[in-house]
């Protein structure tokens, strides 16, 4: 069925009792012409793209948990193309296109809000640095304004403009079209657009091997039994080394390390953008709950625990006090952690591999909600297609060995820094 | 909050660490010019689920560089021992 208007009047005069269930459960067949494994936000939308731009429907996407319950779920969702390198801008603009479009396109009101993205500047150089990236993005044809203290002022009235500032703001680089998107929505209309083009998802289905024969990838050994497919795609974010491992691929330039995310109770409207502080790692929006969404640097060291320590939260809330001093009387709601799939260079594999049959869609760092539908579009054209589409052509895994790593921050071979 | 027994100043928080990552790698020498070793030295990481050796200094205590077995589901640390492989000089601790 499809969502409207309508649809929720109707169901509201019978209490909300006879919504269908969004998408099925079913058994998983023998054979598919592709699987992808993991029901994350890139898996589901790779399903989906692979349904909707190349037809092939008979796909299964495996999931181990449930859909969503990966870091799809557990993210800040900040959404913006705010990149200067090539191959990253025009790759994450596609993303914000498909941004734009989402809700309709699934039938699912994803609440895609472009309430734009400011980062802060807190010094002269700073802003020149900010000038340069704005510039590169506009000549990828992406929007960047660059805004004065004034300009912040008038934006985010509530940031410390005090003489008792810490770091005092200078001015800010401004996406406009940036924002954020309800997560959860982001993988339940993801899975129910797939659903209804016949993609079976299946969840409680771990992945724990790979048939081989000559060679080539031919199917899966799950919790639930071996299921074949001409074609397999690897979405399991933080869990990439682990999977990859058992498919051959026993080494990969990514680290998992754990991200934390906080938010506090409801508040009344305080900021309406996405702020991101430039003296320090910090970054904040405001639900539509009223909660205040918060996050900052990874843990620092290997992790696969979904949890962190407190000594990050000490780190990243003292962050945000910096600028917003009047967080410091809010209560902290609830906080978690996400496994990242930290790449060499802070950018996302998305690739055919060398073993037939296996595709790879991996290194998301901590930016990889945003890029949910682009990643989605792009690996499915890599796999119905057996060749990149030229938006993620750069994202291949021997740019390390060829020299041509895309390290957006340039801080080098260090996961955990970028 | 993970602990770490160091052998030189006993039990201190991580905060007093710096992170090294894998302890397993191994540099190669100065005059190899073999670019895929270099490559799977810089870049590629076995990044188990489970015991990972890795290195930790402490640089705020003794300043020394330690090889550090941790579970990295659960942070449980089964051993530590000083990263250049000698031991502990007595009357340190
Ligand atoms: C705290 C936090 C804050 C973040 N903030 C932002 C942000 O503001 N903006 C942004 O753009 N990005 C952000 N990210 C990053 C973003 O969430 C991730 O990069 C992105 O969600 C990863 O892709 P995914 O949705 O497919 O991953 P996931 O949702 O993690 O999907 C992977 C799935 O694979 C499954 N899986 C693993 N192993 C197996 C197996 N063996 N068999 C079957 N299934 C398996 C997992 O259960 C999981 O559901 C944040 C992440 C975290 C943790
Ligand atoms: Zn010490």
């Known amino acids: 069925m499809s969502y409207s208007a309508f649809s929720v009047f109707r169901h509201a005069l019978t209490g909300n009792r006879h919504w269908p269930r969004a998408w099925r459960d079913p058994e998983p067949k023998k054979h598919y012409q592709a699987i992808i494994v993991g029901g994350g936000g890139h898996g589901l939308a790779t399903a989906y793209y692979l349904a909707k731009e190349h037809g092939i429907t008979n796909v299964a996407v495996l999931e181990k948990g449930y859909l969503g319950g990966g870091n799809v779920g557990r993210n800040t969702t900040i959404i913006r193309s705010n990149y200067m390198l090539d191959g990253n801008g025009p790759f994450y603009e596609l993303g914000m296109k498909l941004w734009e479009k989402m809700s309709l396109d699934l039938n699912y009101n994803v609440m895609f809000s472009s309430r734009g993205v400011i980062n802060l500047a807190h010094s002269k150089a700073q802003f020149d640095a900010f000038a340069r990236r704005g510039n590169s993005m506009r000549l990828n044809g992406i929007d960047a304004e660059l805004l004065t203290r004034e300009q912040v002022r008038e934006q985010v009235p509530h940031l410390d403009f005090s003489e008792h500032a810490r770091f005092p703001i200078f001015g800010g680089l401004c996406q406009p079209r940036g924002g954020t998107a309800r997560h959860d929505a982001v993988a339940w209309g993801y899975a129910r657009a797939a659903d209804q083009l016949g993609v079976d998802l299946i969840q409680n289905c771990e992945v724990n091997g790979f048939i081989r024969e000559e060679g080539a990838i031919v199917g899966v050994q799950t919790s639930r039994g071996e299921i074949r497919a001409d074609k397999i795609g690897l979405a399991v974010a933080g869990n990439t080394s682990v999977v990859a491992a058992k498919a051959g691929l026993e080494r990969l330039p990514i680290e998992s390390h754990v991200l934390q995310a906080f938010v506090t109770e409801a508040y009344k409207p305080f900021v309406d953008t996405v702020v991101t502080f430039g003296a320090g790692h910090f970054y904040i929006s405001q639900s539509d709950k009223g909660g205040l969404v918060f996050g900052g640097d990874l843990d620092g060291y290997n992790s696969y625990a979904q949890r962190g320590g407190m000594y990050v939260a000490e780190d990243v809330i003292t962050a945000g006090l910096a600028i917003f001093p009047q967080l410091g009387r809010l209560k902290l709601l609830r906080n978690w952690g996400g496994v990242m799939d930290m790449s060499m260079d802070g950018s996302p594999i998305i690739c055919k591999t060398e073993t037939p049959g296996l595709y790879l869609n991996a290194g998301w760092c901590y930016g990889g909600f945003k890029a949910t539908p682009a990643s989605g579009w792009c690996f499915a054209h890599t796999i119905a297609r057996d060749e990149p589409h030229p938006l993620n052509a750069a994202y291949t895994l021997d740019r390390f060995s060829r020299g041509y790593a895309i390290d957006e921050k340039g801080v080098g071979a260090v996961p955990g820094h970028h | ?93």
């Not at chain 2, 052998?7 to 540099?27: H, I, M, N, S, W």
């Not at chain 2, 190669?28 to 070793?37: L, V, W």
């Not at chain 2, 689920?49 to 020394?64: A, I």
């Open chain 2, 1 to 93: 909050m993970i602990r770490i027994d160091c052998p030189q100043c006993g039990v201190r928080d991580y905060t007093e660490f710096t992170y090294g990552g894998d302890a397993t790698l191994q540099r190669p020498t100065s005059d190899c010019d073999d670019q895929i070793i270099w490559h799977d030295y810089v870049y590629q990481r076995e990044n188990p689920r489970g015991l990972l050796r890795e290195l930790w200094q402490h640089s705020q205590g003794c300043r020394c560089w330690l090889e550090v077995e941790r579970n990295t589901v659960t942070h449980d640390i089964q051993s530590v021992q000083l990263a250049s492989g000698g031991s502990v000089s007595g009357g340190t601790r």
